[in-house]
Structures are given as C-alpha cells and as structure tokens.
C-alpha cells in the first residue's frame, strides 16, 4: 500500500539554524500539507500545498518557514532560522483530491529538537 | 472558530471489551467531515475511520464504528473487541471545504490484558 515517507525520522538543530525537513508524498496525490505537533499538544495545521503554490496558512506559519516542492517527488519544509518552540514533531500528509471530501493520509514524522 | 473538544484525556479497557471515545465539535458550516486518526507509539497519525456530516448512516470500519449526532455536535468512537495493539493517542479532527484539519486534544488509550 502507497504511504507518505518523511526524512529524517530525528533532527537536532542548534538554535538560529536552517533546517529543511523532507516528504514524499503518495505519488498519484497533488495536495501536500505540513502539521506540527509540539510535545503533549494536539496536532497544528501549517500549510497546505497545491500546484506549486501555498493554497492555505496558518497564523503559526510566518516568515521563517518555506515550502517548496523541487522536483516530481519531493515536498519540503523550511525553517529559516530555528528557535527553541520551534521543537516538535513535523507532519507532511498529502490527499489526491482537495477540498471537502479529501482524506489526508499522513507520514510517520520528523521529530525536530531545537537546542 | 471551529473547534474540536476531546474531554477525556485518558481510557482504558480490557482486551476484548468494547469502549467509547467522546468527542464534540462546534462549527457553523453545514457540511464538514469528521475523522479518527490513530497515533500510536510511533507517532505515526494513522485514519481510523471517517463520516460525512450530510450522511446519517453512522460509519463502520470493521471493529470502529461512530456514532454522529449532528444536532448535537458529537462524534464518538467505539472500538469493539479491544486489541492490545489498539493502544494508542487518538485524535478527533474536523474538515470543511477548505485545506486544514482541526484536531482535537487527544484521548490516550490503555488496553489492559
């Protein structure tokens, strides 16, 4: 069965670093998002992603982060310049329809620890 | 703002018995879909199952059934026959037309032998 795969699984980053967390999504799915999940919270919508443009954002989603989808597979996410609330699990999911009837299934996570 | 309450932090069960996951929502749209997902250990959010809100029949995914109750907002999860291996967070979450889920605050599972 097609699954969303994240990379790395475990990050660690000192604090003002760049750091780029990478997705590939189900190959047949065109909308792409990113979900963070700081420890013992409930799960944040970031962004979402479709035909190469940022289609929605969250209020958490300032000018330090970044989406890009580089090539056919990738789906990236960008942090500018790491701070220490910026320590969380990262999601990317990715649906092959949008709107209301979309299911978004999700990869298995990156675990980012800003020090 | 949508919103999406989880009011009980922890359950357990014994294996084999059947429990309830509650979860209430507050939207003024009209139509909007409903989700579980699992979390377990991993931390990988895995569906569990989901119901459209236009839909009255409730959903069935093998041992998961909902029960929706529009009028009121509530969208439980019944988990019958419990599995060890259905310990897990589980996470309530909301969607309308457009692109972000909205979740809840999590329900841990405890599946005792």
């Known amino acids: 069965e097609p699954e969303v795969t994240q990379t790395p699984s475990h990050q660690v980053t000192q604090m003002g670093q760049e750091v780029i967390l990478r997705c590939v999504p189900i190959s047949n799915h065109l909308y792409f998002y990113w979900y963070r999940q700081i420890l013992g919270q409930k799960v944040e919508f970031l962004v979402s992603?479709?035909?190469?443009?940022?289609?929605?954002k969250s209020e958490i989603f300032d000018d330090q982060f970044s989406v890009e989808r580089p090539d056919g597979s990738n789906f990236t996410l960008k942090i500018r310049s790491t701070k220490l609330e910026d320590s969380a699990m990262y999601f990317c999911?990715?649906?092959?329809?949008?709107?209301?009837?979309?299911?978004?299934?999700f990869g298995p996570g990156t675990r980012l620890l800003v020090l | 703002a949508q919103t999406v309450t989880q009011s009980q932090p922890e359950m357990s069960v014994q294996e084999a018995e059947t429990v309830t996951l509650s979860c209430t929502y507050d939207?003024?749209?009209?139509?909007?879909?409903l989700f579980w997902y699992k979390q377990p250990p991993s931390r990988q959010m895995i569906l569990v199952i989901r119901?459209?809100?236009?839909?009255?029949q409730n959903a069935t995914e093998n041992r998961f059934s909902v029960n929706f109750q529009k009028a009121a907002k509530s969208f439980s999860l019944k988990i019958s026959d419990s599995q060890l291996g259905d310990a897990a967070m589980y996470f309530c979450a909301w969607k309308t037309s457009g692109s972000r889920l909205t979740f809840g605050e999590g329900t841990q599972l405890t599946v005792n032998p």
């Open positions: 992603f479709y035909n190469n443009e940022i289609s929605e």
């Open positions: 999911a990715s649906s092959n329809s949008g709107g209301l009837q979309e299911t978004q299934y």
């Open positions: 119901q459209e809100a236009y839909k009255q």
């Open positions: 939207t003024s749209e009209s139509d909007y879909y």
